[in-house]
């Protein structure tokens, strides 16, 4: 998989720096890539090309033609999975609510332990080392291509 809008990114920021030589200004690769992910909300260039990678495993190029339902915030879509189910899934600051079939796409039977152990909130696993494991397989590479990188479950507990 081709991570596009990394690649965008780091065009813009190169020629940002290309532009400031120009100008007399002295302006480094890596800084241009940390000012754009701090413009965007990212801690960092680091942090922004986690959550890109990420989006791009969870939400993968033609999921579109799956019906999922959207939320601004985790917060906000956990009142919808308590009262109708599914499995929340973050993606970027927002997060959206899918289904088995959903998961099933991205490689998950629906009984698989890890899967029940994580519960389904991904933004709050409940069980950290399968929530490890899950996300592992999610992030590797599919088709020869690299993923890398963990967002959900940085908090989780065992």
Known sequence: MKHSRLEELRTRAKIRVKNAGKSGKAL??????????????????????????????VYPQGSSRMLNLWFSTPA??????????????PYGKQCFICDADYLAQLGFDRNDPDLKAVGP???????????????ARLLKPRNGVKRGGTLAGQNASN
Request: charged share 35%.
């Open 121 to 135: 909130d991904w933004s709050e696993p409940a069980q950290a080392t399968a929530w490890q494991r899950l996300e």
């Open 76 to 89: 906000e879509g956990r009142g919808y999975l308590r009262a109708k189910g599914g499995t929340l899934i």
């Open 28 to 57: 480094s690769l890596k800084q241009a890539l940390e000012e754009s992910a701090r413009k965007r909300g990212y801690t960092d260039w680091r942090d922004l090309k986690r959550n890109l990678v990420w989006m791009d495993a």
